[in-house]
């Protein structure tokens, strides 16, 4: 059993090593001038916060990462507030309402989630296009406004809520609507409150949509101006502005996701916030 327990352990460690060191290292170079990132060294032997000045002033390639962070802030709190006010009432809809074809418009909802994503893109290009949006926040913005793992996660607890909260409601003169807004609403705050940090990080990180509908470093997010910063193939590329880039826009989503795992964690079980 010791032993069992040793080598589980020991492969637990090694997996954790096979995570961790990447970031570590991606930390401790971004401190580091530009000449140790090409001497072998495993640690910096000499440090600056040099690269973070050039991030928040003038990162190169006419990109701004404190305008490409704005961007992303931009367009994360509309999604997110899009996505709570379509989702919750499509997955009450799909949960709790009985209406003809309920069952099929939700598979059909769910294919799209089934679907590679690179299959929309020259659709939703086209659609952006023709209305005038692409190289705008708005055109990031529209196609991310309602997601279906959120109506997937909202509809699976709506289902676990007892009827006879419902039923006890409508006996007292509830409608339809005070149902939804005063009952299951309030009921739903953890898994609602999941799909939201979830939206968030997935705005924030979306990088294949962004870098189609976008051409300016002006109007870029975070994910594709550091890109478009690591491309640079001139001999001037500082790769330690680069990292000190990555970090710099990842420690928003970073502290999100420590402040928020508790309300992950809760909200993706079916029956939580129901007593």
Same mark, same amino acid.
Do not use: C, H
């Given at each position: ?5 040793t080598?589980?352990?020991?492969a ?8 961790i060191?990447?970031v ?8 580091a ?6 001497? +072998? ?13 050039k ?13 490409a ?9 509309? /999604?997110v507030?899009?996505?709570l006010l ?9 949960a ?8 099929l ?15 929309? &893109? &020259? ?19 529209l ?9 997937? &996660?909202?509809? /699976? ?11 006890? $409601?409508?006996?007292?003169? $509830?409608?339809?609507? /005070?149902?939804?807004?005063?009952? #299951?609403?309030?009921l739903a705050?953890?898994?609602i ?11 924030w ?5 962004p870098?189609?509908?976008?051409n300016?470093?002006g ?32 420690l928003? #989503? ?5 402040f ?6 809760? +909200?993706?079980r ?6």
């Amino acid at each position: 059993m010791r032993r069992k327990q040793t080598l589980r352990w020991t492969a637990l460690l090694v997996i954790s090593l096979l995570w961790i060191l990447p970031v570590a290292s991606l930390i401790l170079f971004s401190f580091a001038p530009p000449a140790e990132v090409l001497s +072998g060294g495993i640690i910096p032997s000499d440090w600056t916060f040099g690269n973070y000045e050039k991030v928040v002033t003038d990162a190169g390639r006419g990109v701004s990462i404190p305008q490409a962070m704005w961007n992303s802030t931009v367009i994360m709190l509309v /999604q997110v507030i899009g996505v709570l006010l379509l989702d919750v009432p499509a997955a009450y809809a799909f949960a709790r309402l009985r209406f003809w074809g309920r069952d099929l418009f939700f598979f059909a909802t769910l294919l799209t989630l089934m679907m590679p994503g690179i299959l929309e &893109i &020259i659709s939703l290009y086209e659609m952006m296009s023709g209305m005038g949006l692409v190289d705008t926040r708005m055109g990031v913005i529209l196609p991310g406004l309602a997601r279906v793992i959120g109506i997937f &996660i909202l509809r /699976q607890f709506f289902r676990q809520v007892p009827k006879e909260l419902e039923e006890a $409601a409508r006996m007292d003169g $509830a409608t339809n609507f /005070q149902v939804f807004l005063r009952i #299951m609403v309030p009921l739903a705050a953890p898994a609602i409150t999941t799909v939201a940090i979830i939206t968030a990080l997935y705005s924030w990180n979306n990088f294949l949509w962004p870098l189609v509908i976008t051409n300016t470093p002006g109007s870029m997010t975070v994910p594709v101006a550091v890109s478009y910063l690591s491309a640079d193939t001139s001999a001037v590329l500082n790769y330690t502005v680069i990292l000190a880039a990555a970090f710099f826009t990842s420690l928003p #989503m970073i502290i999100l996701f420590l402040f928020g795992q508790r309300w992950i964690v809760q +909200g993706m079980r079916p029956t939580s916030g129901i007593k």
